[in-house]
């Protein structure tokens, strides 16, 4: 038999191997609120490639690939225990079984590796919690599509309700047109499933979701209890009210919660998930999820502030063009911004560096920051420039950044490439904050320079998603358990 041979039997091999892995994850899913992971991205929903793909990426974290040989055991194992509601990462179970010394069969191992998830210890399921976007543009639309993917078992968050504009007596063409801004996306692609729409009831069918289409000017037009929603969380994605006494006007009948997809102002608390998350008081009603690139910075300046100590930092976030820009040269009320955004490098401010003292208090170090649009229509690198309270060298930084993306309680917010030709296009759709380039890093002494790669639009959307989903109680604990 020769060598391609060989490779085909194995590939056609492991092709088996996570064809059967699929119907094992979907039923852990549905029937039981459990999400497997695979060093933090999801296989829900997979394919059979995408299954392959997701093991081999593991190559460039943990310096290896890795098999679904490996990991098909512990999914098996995974099935035959009680569980409860939780996120299980065979990555970890796999790269923590190969570390240990005590001589346990694989069942064994699992089952002590998530005993938290299992028989009295496990969580209980959280009731069903509505949700209602205020505003469907593309942090919106993407929000939406994710709400939808974690429906699972239908216990989780449920999206009611989303608000827009009067569809200026065309009511049904507007809907048509929103449910197909839904459906197809020039940048993310096609929507994973089916798309409908009840004109009768203006709604919008995805995924078996139904989605009630309400068309109000202004947050005191709705009553939202008229449409069965209570309880629920409203996420404003229009920007269009910054402040506590703005926000609040979304605090109507049916809505519990308002939460910002902009930098919050005055004393709206700016959270980034996976940093200072556990600060919300459950009594705060109204909170921000900061900016994309505020997401994309925080958590590798607590990162390298913990290791190392930051004295000072200056960000530079090369960011994909936006639609508050114009494509030809027009008026804007911003200095530079009128001028055409697919045809400029356009300089312009940014609030991250600001709002980094929201999101990170005990960092006192001062952080500096500007911007230049550039035209991309999605994915920006923030270039962060840190003096360090410690000298070092490159590979220490390197091991400790790939070592957080591993198994820290970052590791959803960090990832870590080591691809040396990587560009933009390459980190569409990724769900993490930012990427940490490996390959661009530079260290000298007691200065760093990092190149953070983040989807501004869907990494992003990830983040909020995250935010309501702890607010709401349905945020479920991920084992192996994180080093703290």
Known sequence: ?????????????????????????????RERDVTV?????????????????????????????????????????????????SQID??????????????????????GAVAGATGANKAERAEGRDV???GFGRIGRLVARLLIEKTGSGNGLRLRAIVVRGGGGRAAEDLVKRASLMRRDSIHGQFQGTITVDEETSSIIAN????????????????????????????????KWRDREGLSQHLRPGIDKVVLTAPGKGDVPN??????????????????????????????????????????????????????????????????RGRSAPLNMVITETGAASAVAKALPDLKAPITGSSIRVPVPD?????????????????????????????????????????????????????HASIVDAGATKVDGDNAILYLWYDNEFGY???VVRVVQHVSGVEYPTFPSPAA
């Open 1 to 29: 038999m020769t060598v391609n041979d060989d490779s085909f039997t194995n590939w056609k091999t492991r092709e088996e191997i996570a064809e059967s892995m699929i119907p094992m994850i979907g039923k852990l899913h």
């Open 37 to 85: 992971l695979l060093h933090s991205r999801s296989l829900v929903n997979k394919s059979v490639v995408s299954i392959l793909k997701t093991h081999r990426f593991a190559r460039q974290i943990a310096g290896e690939e890795l098999s679904v040989t490996e990991t098909l055991p512990f999914l098996q194992a995974l099935t035959t225990l009680d569980l409860g509601p």
């Open 90 to 111: 065979i990555g970890m179970l796999a790269a923590t079984y190969r570390a240990d010394d005590r001589g346990l069969t694989v069942a064994e191992f699992t089952a």
């Open 132 to 134: 209602v976007l205020y």
């Open 208 to 239: 078996g979701n139904a989605i009630r289409v309400i068309y109000a000017n202004d947050p005191s037009e709705v009553d939202y209890t008229a449409y069965g929603i209570k309880d629920a969380i409203l996420i404003d994605n229009t920007g």
């Open 271 to 336: 959270i980034v998930h996976g940093v200072n998350h556990d600060t919300i008081k459950p009594d705060e009603q109204v909170l921000s999820c900061a900016s994309c690139t505020t997401n994309a910075i925080v958590p590798p300046l607590k990162a390298m502030d913990d290791e190392f100590g930051v004295l000072r930092g200056h960000v530079e976030t090369v960011h994909s063009f936006t639609n508050d820009q114009n494509l030809l040269d027009n008026y804007h009320a911003a200095d530079r």
């Open 379 to 431: 994915v920006s690198i923030a270039i962060l420039s840190l003096r360090l309270g410690r000298e070092t060298t490159r590979e220490e930084v390197l091991d400790h950044l790939r070592e957080v993306s591993l198994t820290s309680p970052l590791k959803r917010q960090i990832d870590f490439t080591t691809a040396p030709d990587a560009v933009s296009s390459d980190f569409i759709g990724s769900r």
């Open 461 to 463: 959307s990830c983040q």
